[in-house]
């Protein structure tokens, strides 16, 4: 069974920093992409950062300059510095997995989400 496991979200004061982490787990073959959202109350989810299994990284407008997303392996981070009141939200990641799908067939991509790890940031 797949799994997605946020950690790291918690009360921060405005311009302090914060770090998430993201562990994905199980028959995963291939990891394409890895990505965090951001979903703040009454509002849409929208991606915030997300990096691809060469390397390549893109950023929300609003948080260039201020977060940074890594993969270590099965684990993809969110470094936030200078947290501001409006980053507060519950922030998810997920994940374009290829599966072994054993003797069900041949390996798939598929896409996954974390259960979501609240950040709030006071000012």
């Known amino acids: 069974q797949v799994q997605l496991v946020e950690s790291g979200g918690g009360l921060v004061q405005a311009g302090g920093p914060l770090r998430l982490s993201c562990a994905a787990s199980?028959?995963?073959?291939?990891?394409?992409?890895m990505a965090w959202y951001s979903q703040a109350p009454g509002k849409q989810r929208e991606l915030v950062a997300a990096v691809t299994s060469g390397g390549s990284t893109n950023y929300a407008d609003s948080v260039k300059g201020r977060f940074t997303i890594s993969r270590d392996k099965n684990t993809v981070y969110l470094q936030m510095n200078s947290l501001k009141p409006e980053d507060t939200a519950v922030y998810y990641c997920?994940?374009?997995?290829?599966?072994?799908?054993?003797?069900?067939?041949?390996?798939?991509?598929?896409?996954?989400w974390g259960q979501g790890t609240q950040v709030t940031v006071s000012s």
């Open positions: 199980g028959s995963i073959i291939n990891i394409v992409s």
């Open positions: 997920n994940g374009n997995l290829v599966l072994d799908l054993g003797h069900m067939g041949t390996p798939r991509q598929y896409l996954y």
